[in-house]
Every structure is written in structure tokens, then in C-alpha cells.
């Protein structure tokens, strides 16, 4: 069965709205695969692809997975706060950190063409469960 690439699309939009976590394309391509046992990696990555470029997904580069974008389209980079206990992602727009990096680049004769700003760290459940005093 040949799927079309919105459709495509839409199912792993389904696949990772359902998750706490973010998901590698290869977790994506197991769950779809139950349904779809022929899908190739090629269709997944193409899929998320332009998920990424219409602002509808996240590309987490430092674990090389994807989350569902949690804010409306933004023209501004995300900041993404990663939970490094339970793999949480926390979403937050700041124009005056584009900026400040922005400005960083330019000073070194950088020309910055997209901006991927992830901080990994607890979140405040697990620092919480950690028992702090």
C-alpha cells in the first residue's frame, strides 16, 4: 500500500502527538510499520522533512529525534529544554536570545542561516522527585 506524502505526514503527526518523549525516525518507522509493513526509512525521513520545514515538527539535533512543535507557527528559533531524566521538551520563543546569538555570529563574520538552541538539564518534576530541600 503506497501512502501519499500528506497523509504520510499526518500519521506521524499521530505517532508522535501521542508521545511524552521525543521519537528517533526509526521509532516512528517501527510504530508505523505495524500498519504499513513495507514503509521504508527514506518515506519517514521525507515525511519528517517537511514536517521540520513547515514548523509543524522539531528536529532535536542533539538526540537526533523529533517532538511535535507545542507553540503556534513561529518565525523565531525555539528554545528546546530537554529533561535529561524522564526526556521531556519544554518549548519557549525568545526573540532577545535569536538576537543576542545573531549579533554573536555577525561579530565573527558568521552568516547564521537557522538557529537550533537546545538546553538539556532537569525539568521541575524531576527536580522535585529528586527531593530537593
Known sequence: MRVKGEEM????????????TP??????LDILRRETPKLAPTTIYRALAALVERGR????????AYTVCQGEAHRDAPVLAICDDC???AEAVSRDVL????????QSGFSPTRHVIELHGTCATCEDAGGRA
Not at 521519537?23 to 516512528?28: E, H, K, L, N, Q
Not at 515538527?57 to 537526533?64: C, F, T
Open 99 to 106: 538576537g543576542a546569538l545573531s549579533g554573536i555570529a555577525r
Open 23 to 28: 521519537a528517533s525516525a526509526y521509532d516512528v
Open 9 to 20: 505526514q499526518e500519521r506521524i503527526l499521530g505517532v508522535l502527538s501521542g508521545r511524552e
Open 87 to 89: 526526556g521531556s521538551v
Open 57 to 64: 515538527v522539531h528536529r532535536l539535533e542533539s538526540l537526533n
